[in-house]
């Protein structure tokens, strides 16, 4: 069973909210939710909702990515077995979990340039000599300057 909603003026949509008023799904299934942009042959997912969270509100992948002109989005609605459902990932947990991983290699990159500092050759090899209390200095400097500028690692140094 599939449903298709069209959405006037989508530029305008920061979120949406799909609502089962009346839940009744056959068992072990859910609505999955999907979006399309003209001239809505491809559909990426967005979420879903199912007995146990009959409700919820999604904010609208396409938002800051639309040209002026567009005039319509589709929302589609699919009964698909939770089984499934659980095989999917949302375009926008796919990105959340690629500016995570950007992040947090900000961070390593950050200390790695700072421990480099002090590394000194000794007879075994290069090695790191440093106290907690510098790294205890690294974080108070990396908490400055993330307060400051939170993506500051993004930013080539020249």
Known sequence: MRFVLNVSNPAQVREFAISLLKPVL???HGA??????P?????QYVGAIAMNLPSQIFSAPWRGTLPENVKGVQIGISIESIEFIKNLHPQAQREEEKKLVSSVQGVANDLYQYLQSFA???SQGEMLMISTKHLDQWLKKFETKHKKDPYFWL????
């Open 32 to 37: 999955t939710v999907y979006f399309s942009l």
């Open 39 to 43: 001239p809505f042959k491809d559909w």
């Open 155 to 158: 930013k080539k140094e020249s």
């Open 120 to 122: 000194r050759n000794t």
């Open 26 to 28: 056959p068992k072990g």
